[in-house]
Structures are given as structure tokens and as C-alpha cells.
């Protein structure tokens, strides 16, 4: 069986997100989406909830799974049996550091290789900080967030301001 992990903040899910899982679920017969603990950020949502955001909105995708964890991405592939790490890229500025973070996890893990999907240009510009930005200015979040999770966001914004 093919499993690959999707790993990321997710905080929260944009529409970028959820475009990256959806065509990678197609080449795999499991895509892990997993919410990687950072402890040097200090996140919007906390890790269940957007562990429960990534369930909701991925929940009418059979072969998707929505996981956590706090290990070394290389380990936790391992103790999943993944062989494959999925990555976004965006822009040329993605590019440097996700090519650091493939030969290193390949070094750390022999048995994990990184693959690229390209941005859809309509999310070229997304992410989820900019998202956050925006939610301070009461803009139609439709085009960059999930349906199920504008309200969520909403009404952490307006906890928080
Ligand atoms: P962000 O950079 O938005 O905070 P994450 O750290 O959660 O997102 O990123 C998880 C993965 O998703 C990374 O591989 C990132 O490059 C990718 N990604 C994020 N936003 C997009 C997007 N709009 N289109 C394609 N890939 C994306």
C-alpha cells in the first residue's frame, strides 16, 4: 500500500491547503495529513482544533487521514510506513527550504522521498498568515478558506481583537 504524509501548521486550513490534498490523495492509496507541534510558534487554533478543521473539511475523502505529532517528521514517516512526504510549493521562496528539509529527511530516513505539487496559480499568493491578515479587515474569506471552518476562523478573530 502507497501512504504518503502531508505535513504542515495548518493554522488554519486555506483553500491552498485543501487543493494539495486533494490531488495527492489521487497517486496514494493514503494521504496522511499531519499537524506537526512547532514549539517555537505560537499559534492562532490549537493543535485539536485544527486537527478537527482538517476532519471536517477532508471528511468526504475516503483514503484521507488527519493524524498529529510531535516527532521528527523522518520518524513519524517511519513508524506510519509512509515512503513519501507531499509538499506545496508556492513561489521560488518555498523552494530553498523545502529542498534543505527533503535531503535531510531523506539522510534521517532513507526509505522517504519528498514530492512537489505546484501551487494552482488561484492559490499561488495563499497561506495561512496572510490569511490572518486579512480576517483584520473583514474581508469575503471565501476565495481562501474552507466553507466549514469560516466561521471558526471568524470568531477567533474577533476573541482575539
Ligand atoms: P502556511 O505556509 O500557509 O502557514 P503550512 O506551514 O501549514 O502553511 O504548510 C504546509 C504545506 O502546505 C507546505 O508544504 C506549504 O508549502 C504548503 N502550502 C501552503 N499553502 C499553500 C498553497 N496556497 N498552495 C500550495 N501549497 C501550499
Known amino acids: 500500500m502507497s501512504i504518503a504524509i502531508y505535513p504542515g501548521s495548518f493554522d488554519p486550513v486555506t483553500k491552498g491547503h485543501l487543493n494539495i490534498i486533494a490531488r495527492a490523495a489521487k497517486s496514494f492509496d493514503k494521504l496522511i495529513v499531519c499537524v506537526m507541534v512547532n514549539s517555537d510558534k505560537h499559534p492562532m487554533f490549537s493543535l485539536e482544533e485544527r486537527v478537527d478543521m482538517l476532519r471536517r473539511v477532508t471528511c ?3 483514503n484521507v487521514e488527519v493524524d ?3 516527532s521528527l517528521l523522518a520518524e513519524y514517516a517511519k513508524s506510519r510506513g509512509a515512503g513519501v512526504i507531499v509538499k506545496g510549493l508556492r513561489a521560488m521562496s518555498d ?3 523545502e ?3 527533503a535531503i535531510i529527511n531523506h539522510k534521517l530516513n532513507p526509505g522517504l522521498d519528498t514530492m512537489f505539487l505546484t501551487a494552482e496559480h488561484q492559490f499561488m499568493y495563499l497561506s495561512s498568515s ?3 491578515e486579512m480576517g483584520h479587515y473583514h474581508v469575503d474569506l471565501s476565495d481562501f478558506l474552507p466553507q466549514e471552518i469560516i466561521l471558526d476562523f471568524i470568531a477567533r478573530i474577533q476573541e482575539r481583537y
Open 68 to 70: 498529529f505529532s510531535d
Open 130 to 132: 496572510m490569511v490572518k
Open 60 to 62: 468526504g475523502m475516503e
Open 99 to 101: 529542498f534543505q528539509m
Open 95 to 97: 523552494f530553498e527550504r
